[in-house]
């Protein structure tokens, strides 16, 4: 079992940076594949970023690549996504998940509720 809690959005203006944290409960969070998720109003959830249980495996969404950074520390049971340049259209709730090592929401099993954040052009 882990619980996931999601912290540091925010209301910034576009081109800053921002970087959000997920703290995971339990003894096997360096075991799952650590995912970023985020939801726009009206629109499905999508895949912003994953990085592997060892960290050596990374991967974006093509419209963060370049501008978004995720990473973990396993010792301390958090993952990060650190989010530079933001725009408008990064406007969402942010979610993270740990699970399997996977671009679709339903390979992951366990969830926070996520944290907003809202983008002003």
């Known amino acids: 079992q882990v619980q996931l809690v999601e912290s540091g959005g925010g209301l910034v203006r576009a081109g800053v940076s921002l970087t959000l944290s997920c703290a995971a409960s339990g003894r096997t969070f360096s075991s799952y594949a650590m995912a970023w998720f985020r939801q726009a109003v009206g629109k499905e959830r999508e895949f912003v970023a994953r990085i592997s249980w060892s960290g050596l495996s990374i991967h974006y969404a093509d419209s963060v690549k370049g501008r978004f950074t995720v990473s973990r520390d396993n010792a301390e049971n958090t993952v990060y996504l650190q989010m530079n340049s933001l725009k408008s259209e990064d406007t969402a709730v942010y979610y993270c998940?740990?699970?399997?090592?996977?671009?679709?929401?339903?390979?992951?099993?366990?969830w926070g509720r996520g944290t907003q954040v809202t983008v002003s052009s």
């Open positions: 998940a740990a699970g399997s090592w996977s671009v679709r929401a339903g390979d992951y099993a366990y």
